[in-house]
């Protein structure tokens, strides 16, 4: 009898047990699905007081426009009591993706990436959305992301380069030797840079191109620019793909003494150097205004990033403003 009622005890010890178990590990489970609701509650609340976290990773910080937009979106930021942290991958995919992850594992609110392969970072930017993390995609048209701040690249290289041509046509009746500084390693630049080349062979078609290399800032345009004009001394007009490039040309010309009233630079950014030399009647000629400088560019990514952060609707695909700046509207958008 007594060897039953052992058996019988022990049983009932079992049964409580896997009981027991069962409902912690049910338990932990609802306390873990709690803790994420609650947590999403109270970053919401959290980040309309102004306490936040972004991180944001960019192409290449060499380039002007884009170095200064960071910086000045990190004033804007830590301004409204938020915290930022901003990256370069150095046109590298794989270090992005390791970027990202890392603002994922640090409990970022939102990202803010300049994707240096769309494609390649779809995935991770996937995981960030699952993970509650709004994602604000600079320059790409991408899946995952809340908010796709766009340009149509081809048909901004295509304004460059009609630019370019239009000169082209009326100092020199259609027939120059022609430079181009490019920059192919990221896609975008890729599609402005064929926009460029397609507008002036379309627009121009009796204009050479002698000459294309790619630049993505002032020291890569000035090297570029100094080689191509030691092959082709008679090159009389640079279409560049970005305001970096643009720069380091101009200083290139002037260094080689070959700046003449007929010689053309043209380009998109449209930066306080590139406004400056035109102003100074320099060789800088045209640059495409895009959205703004860099504090306009921060103020409108900034503005964008507060909404999504406050759980407002937002339209997915955001087109920038586009203006190209001449010596005949400088006076607009630049001042001494």
Not at 100 to 105: D, H, L, Y
């Amino acid at each position: 009898m007594k060897k039953v009622l052992s058996m019988l005890l022990c049983a009932t010890m079992l049964v409580t047990l896997l009981a027991g178990c069962g409902t912690k590990t049910d338990n932990a489970s609802e306390s873990k699905d709690q803790k994420v609701t609650e947590k999403a509650d109270n970053e919401t609340a959290d980040t309309s007081n102004g306490s936040y976290k972004i991180g944001m990773t960019v192409q290449d910080l060499s380039n002007q426009i884009w170095a200064g937009s960071c910086e000045a979106l990190k004033k804007l930021i830590e301004a409204d009591g938020g915290s930022f942290t901003y990256l370069d991958c150095a046109s590298n995919a794989s270090t992005q993706i390791e970027q990202v992850e890392n603002f994922i594992a640090s409990d970022v609110d939102a990202i803010v990436i300049q994707p240096a392969e769309a494609n390649a970072l779809e995935e991770v930017l996937g995981q960030a959305m699952k993970a509650g993390i709004k994602v604000y995609c600079w320059d790409e048209d991408i899946k995952n992301a809340d908010i796709c701040w766009l340009i149509d690249n081809y048909e901004l290289g295509k304004m460059i380069g009609d630019e370019a041509a239009k000169w082209i046509n009326e100092k020199f009746n259609g027939e120059c030797e022609v430079a181009v500084l490019d920059y192919p390693q990221l896609e975008i630049l890729l599609q402005r840079g064929n926009g460029i080349v397609d507008a002036i062979k379309e627009k121009a078609p009796k204009a050479k191109i002698v000459a294309q290399s790619s630049a993505i800032n002032a020291t890569e345009g000035m090297s570029k620019t100094e080689t191509f004009l030691q092959a082709n001394p008679d090159i009389k007009v640079i279409a560049c793909i970005g305001g970096g490039g643009a720069v380091g040309a101009n200083e290139a010309v002037k260094a080689s003494g070959k700046l003449t009233d007929d010689f053309g630079i043209f380009a998109a950014d449209a930066t306080e150097e590139e406004l400056a030399a035109m102003n100074k009647n320099e060789a800088c000629r045209m640059s495409v205004l895009i959205t703004g400088g860099a504090d306009k560019i921060a103020d409108e990514i900034f503005s964008w990033l507060k909404k999504l952060l406050a759980g407002e609707e937002v339209e997915k695909k955001i087109y920038r403003e586009t203006i190209p700046v001449t010596k005949e509207n400088l006076s607009q958008y630049y001042s001494e």
